[in-house]
């Protein structure tokens, strides 16, 4: 009795031993938490945090053009955005588009700033999308990420993402969304009043 019982013992420690690394694995290959993906409010993405980055990193580029330094030059063609500097360069951040059908160009002024901005779907989204929130208050959850500056009167803005894989895309219904450490970078190198120049 005294043996069945020392060998069911020995049994159960090595079904136990076993099971312990491929539970081990299975937490290394699950998918990663949401605050692993994406940085926390405090981060913005500054850190090694996993998927929180885009492969489209921010470079300054010699730049030769007509605009003026401070003025902001979307490229949607090339996806990417432009912030003219002084002496010949522009920093060059990688974005996400509009969709076909929701690209656009013109001229718009930056005319709010927000830090963790609230969203409101507009109504042509609701129609597309009924199952959307009418509301969404700002966080890491936030499809608008840690900053927005607001185009003129219009309903498009340059803000953060939570999706930072689709940085490079065009996936959009209009507005041009960055990474978060990108749009945070961006957000406080310009003001209110700085000129958009929008390219299709």
Known sequence: MRLKTMAAMVL???TLAATVPAMAQSATNAAPSFFNL???????GNGPVKGGNSALRRQVVSYNGKYAPGTIIVNT???RLYLVQGGGTALKYGIGVGRDGFRW????TVTRKAEWPGWTPPPQMLKRRPDL????????????GARALYLGSSLYRIHGSNEPETIGQAVSSGCFRMTNDDVADLYDRVRVGTKVVVLN
């Open 12 to 14: 159960a420690g090595v």
């Open 38 to 44: 994406f940085a926390r409010p405090s981060n913005l």
């Open 77 to 79: 063609g090339e996806r």
């Open 105 to 108: 160009s013109g001229v718009k």
């Open 133 to 144: 929130p009418r509301y969404m208050p700002g966080g890491i959850d936030n499809p608008l």
